[in-house]
């Protein structure tokens, strides 16, 4: 072989392992640890996230991920600013906004992009525009997204504030005078805001139309949670001496029905409702006990979930085909609703608090 065929030789074979190193780094060593496909890691900005507390801290875990302890990436801790009891979720997913309670023990409105985790504290003791309020709970969007409302307190009496996002005015709603709300919500339309009183012996629910003074009342008796569906039903927990029931209502207070028909000692704790206004799932208590129960907001399909009697806080999954709760010294366990096939996402215990799924 003359100088020029080796010379050729050498090239081509220089070209040939070199390519074939840089496909081997890039491509095989992934399915090498993989097995026959490579790691895929889900895009955490279009994954479906539940976001629950314990402590002082937010976590959302994604749970789309397979429940595998070593994977670093299915929890993640959100935010560290304390005890967090509420939160709710913009309309477009993009922003979270929550209640915590600081080192002072007062809580404060949080909000927080979803996305690159900017926060912002929008509500605080001394904040010169509320009107010397030093509590703030329960935040809660407008239907449309552009304002976020919330719960003021100071000397057991209660005031609701209003924000709006695009310029960053607050705006208090005239409550009636010397109460405590125990919940609130914002009616379909964004125009008004049906809240309810507690600690009194005339405890209602009452509409106020957002800049009016004044409210009517469409729900007598103490109500502990309630929300509006897209449809705009009310949905709410009517609490009496011996148990608590689940009823709905139109938000002109005609038609009130109830959705459950427990028997003392069983009482309805907590509910939530999916995003298409179609189906709730509650949590039922029975002497220390407690399940997971469906129903759908018409009142029919009513059945129950769980049968273990350690499990609560039911929440509805964004497409409407599973429920996930919280049961006892375990973890969150989430089930199919029409299969009843249930799979853990993630291994706690003590006290937990399931906010949200979005």
């Known amino acids: 072989m ?11 074979f220089l070209i040939f ?4 190193l840089f496909l081997y780094f890039k491509y095989s060593n992934r399915y090498l640890s993989a097995g026959a496909e490579p790691i895929i890691t889900p895009d955490p900005i279009s994954s479906e996230w539940i976001y629950y507390s314990q402590g002082n801290n937010l976590y959302r875990l994604n749970p789309d991920i397979f429940f595998e302890p070593n994977r670093g990436e299915r929890v993640e801790r959100f935010q560290s600013t304390g005890e967090v009891t509420h939160l709710d979720i913009s309309k477009n997913n993009q922003n979270i906004a929550y209640n915590s309670k600081n080192s002072l023990d007062n809580f404060e409105i949080w909000q927080v992009n979803t996305i690159n985790k900017f926060s912002v504290k929008i509500a605080t003791r001394g904040q010169e525009s509320l009107n010397g309020y030093i509590d703030f709970l329960n935040p809660k969007f407008s239907p449309d997204g552009g304002r976020l409302s919330f719960v003021g307190r100071k000397d057991k009496i209660d005031s609701i504030f209003i924000k709006n996002l695009s310029n960053g005015q607050f705006q208090e709603l005239f409550v009636q005078a010397g109460v405590l709300i125990s919940d609130y ?13 507690t600690g009194s012996s005339n405890n209602a629910c009452w509409k106020q139309e957002i800049g009016k003074n004044q409210a009517h009342k469409i729900i007598t008796g103490e109500v502990n949670q309630i929300s509006a569906t897209i449809m705009d039903k009310i949905i709410f927990i009517l609490v009496n001496h011996d148990n608590s029931k689940l009823l709905t209502v139109n938000s ?33 208590k029975d002497n220390g006990t407690q399940n997971i129960y469906m129903v759908n907001t018409d009142g029919t399909n009513r059945f129950q979930i769980t049968q273990d009697n350690l499990s609560s806080q039911g929440i ?21 609703i029409l299969k009843s096939i249930p799979r853990k996402v993630t291994n706690l215990s003590g006290d937990v608090k399931l906010l949200n799924w979005r």
């Open 252 to 284: 002109d207070g005609s038609a009130q029905t109830p959705l459950t028909d427990l028997a003392s000692p069983k009482t309805v704790s907590s509910f939530s409702i999916d995003q298409n206004g179609e189906q709730i799932a509650y949590t039922v």
């Open 17 to 20: 392992v070199g390519l074939g």
């Open 185 to 197: 919500t914002w009616t379909k339309d964004g125009q008004n805001i049906i809240y309810c009183t």
């Open 316 to 336: 509805i999954s964004p497409t409407g085909d599973e429920v996930g709760f919280f049961k006892q010294n375990d973890g969150i366990i989430i089930t199919n």
């Open 2 to 12: 003359n100088k020029l065929s080796w010379g050729l030789f050498a090239i081509y």
